[in-house]
């Protein structure tokens, strides 16, 4: 699992995170969210306001806990140690197991650095207009967004199927994406991203046109295939998966020899700045 480091500030308080590039997600360090909403900066005091906290927890049969990881982060004393992180969701779950005047600013700094947005859990429309208006700023055509958004709902009915017929972890939807998309591009999904010179940023989003075309064509041929087939659990669902993706593969293929010109493409949306200080950093 390939982790980028970084660090974030909640008013005082400097909150460990890091990236995971593989399944896309940032994990927080849970004793640095505690410190900053019992406001104690203290490390020792928050350690052990969450080890009991968690040994509570668990008593009540909460999944917070069990939904935590141990990553090595850098500690105060500057070495790398091991400690639990979780995710966004985890964490706005935890915040609510804490009595702190400091749980609803902590939910809107989450918002508001990008790693979750609450109101879009009760109003999916928020998250679709966000979306688009995103985009709109950042320059692309209305073409692009329209695409964009249809591979989007593409997207969301192949996972609404495997989260029906077994596919609980994460870790495997990420693996069965990899498949489809290795299998459609020749390349996987950290491939494609480094080709495009993206880091955290997401690969859909600054695909081309053709590219969104073709993971949607791969993702839906994987759906329609899964459910005629009715496949079931991990390793029943990688079968249509691979199936799916040489579907489109094959159609980018025989695209490909009528054009003379490749549909994968190393082009992104990054400013002229940032693809430069990207590329210059590997």
């Known amino acids: 699992m390939k982790i980028e480091n970084s660090l974030a500030v909640f008013e005082t308080f400097k909150i460990r995170r890091h990236y995971d590039e593989e399944k896309e997600k940032w994990y927080f360090s849970v004793v640095d969210i505690i410190a900053a909403l019992i406001e104690q900066p203290d490390f020792q005091t928050a350690r052990k306001y ?13 999944e917070v806990v069990t939904n935590c990881h141990r990553l090595k982060m850098i500690a105060q004393d500057g070495k790398m140690r091991e400690t639990d992180v979780a995710d966004v969701e985890t964490i706005l779950r935890l915040v ?27 109003d999916p429309e928020k998250a679709l ?22 591979s989007q709902e593409t997207r969301n009915k192949l996972t609404d199927y495997w989260s029906e017929h077994g596919i609980k972890k994460e870790d495997e939807f990420a693996i069965l ?40 064509l791969a993702e839906l041929s994987t759906r329609q295939i899964a459910e005629t087939e009715n496949t079931e659990g991990f390793e029943e669902n990688k079968i249509p998966a691979k199936k799916g993706g040489k579907i489109a593969k094959d159609a980018r293929k025989a695209l490909e020899q009528k054009t003379g010109k490749s549909v994968i493409t190393g082009e992104n949306f990054l400013p002229p700045k940032e693809t430069y200080k990207t590329i210059n950093k590997k």
């Open 96 to 122: 609510q197991s804490v009595p702190s005047k400091k749980a609803e600013p902590i939910k809107l700094w989450l918002a508001k650095v990008g790693y979750e947005r609450i109101e879009e859990m009760n």
């Open 177 to 216: 994406t990899n498949i489809i998309h290795k299998e459609w591009s020749d390349l996987t999904v950290k491939e494609h991203k480094k080709l495009k010179g993206l880091k955290t940023q997401n690969l859909r989003d600054h695909m081309s046109e053709a590219e969104l075309i073709f993971t949607a």
């Open 129 to 150: 207009n966000r979306s688009r208006e995103y985009w709109q700023k950042h320059g692309r055509s209305e073409k692009w967004i329209q695409q964009r958004m249809l």
């Open 50 to 62: 969450w080890n009991k906290l968690s040994e509570r927890l668990k008593a009540e049969g909460s």
